[in-house]
T-cell receptor
Framework: AQSVAQPEDQVNVAEGNPLTVKCTYS??????LFWYVQYPNRGLQFLLK??????LVKGSYGFEAEFNKSQTSFHLKKPSALVSDSALYFC????????????FGGGTRLMVKP | GAGVSQSPRYKVAKRGQDVALRCDPI?????LFWYQQALGQGPEFLTY????????KSGLPSDRFFAERPEGSVSTLKIQRTQQEDSAVYLC???????????FGQGTRLTVV
């Protein structure tokens, strides 16, 4: 069975600084990897995905993530954080060869301070 | 509408009451998913439909949970004899392709008292 770990419950960063939200996964076969963001009282919004190809994936709102197969990681990054980036971020995985559902991590709350 | 729509947004049920949660997916989306998100946790998979066929219901926590999508569009998640542990946000998602990520609705927050 697949699993996702987001080791940080909360990440604090100052506006304008780079941010990283960590994600590691465990899955049999090659993974499809996703990042979603959740704002208060709103549904999950898709940020980006890795299916195949270039390990560096660029997504919405200036976010990017790097797939590292040897470390089984898919960390979310942004070069310069905005206060409006403050939200709950979820990493998710799905094996490419079986199943249809996404397995989510527990989430990381990002706090960007002015 | 442009996105996945869920209703009601909030539901308070007395323990033992039956509830029905509705999901209107994005028009034309073949795949539909239900997830349960407990407070402070990530969403957990409940069930998956491809058109009207329920292909995976491995995540349903008990036989009190039942989902249907009779015409391959709108879906209903029904919970019978609700218990306090059923309190959560129930998220619906749809996708045009089962291999890709999904678009989520705002969810229904169920509180069982």
């Amino acid at each position: 069975a697949q699993s996702v770990a987001q080791p940080e419950d909360q990440v604090n960063v100052a506006e304008g600084n780079p941010l990283t939200v960590k994600c590691t996964y465990s899955v049999s076969g090659n993974p499809y990897l996703f990042w979603y963001v959740q704002y208060p009282n709103r549904g999950l919004q898709f940020l980006l995905k890795y299916i195949t190809g270039d390990n560096l994936v660029k997504g919405s709102y200036g976010f990017e993530a790097e797939f590292n197969k040897s470390q089984t990681s898919f960390h979310l990054k942004k070069p310069s954080a905005l206060v409006s980036d403050s939200a709950l971020y979820f990493c998710a995985v799905r094996p490419n060869n079986a199943g249809n559902m996404l397995t989510f991590g527990g989430g990381t709350r990002l706090m960007v301070k002015p | 509408g442009a996105g996945v729509s869920q209703s009601p947004r909030y539901k308070v049920a007395k323990r033992g009451q039956d509830v029905a949660l509705r999901c209107d997916p994005i028009s034309g989306h073949v795949s539909l998913f239900w997830y349960q998100q407990a407070l402070g946790q990530g969403p957990e998979f409940l069930t998956y439909f491809q058109n009207e066929a329920q292909l995976d219901k491995s995540g349903l926590p008990s036989d009190r949970f039942f989902a249907e999508r009779p015409e391959g569009s709108v879906s209903t998640l029904k919970i019978q004899r609700t218990q306090q542990e059923d309190s959560a946000v129930y998220l619906c998602a749809s996708s045009p392709d089962r291999a890709l990520g999904a678009f989520f609705g705002q969810g229904t927050r169920l509180t069982v008292v």
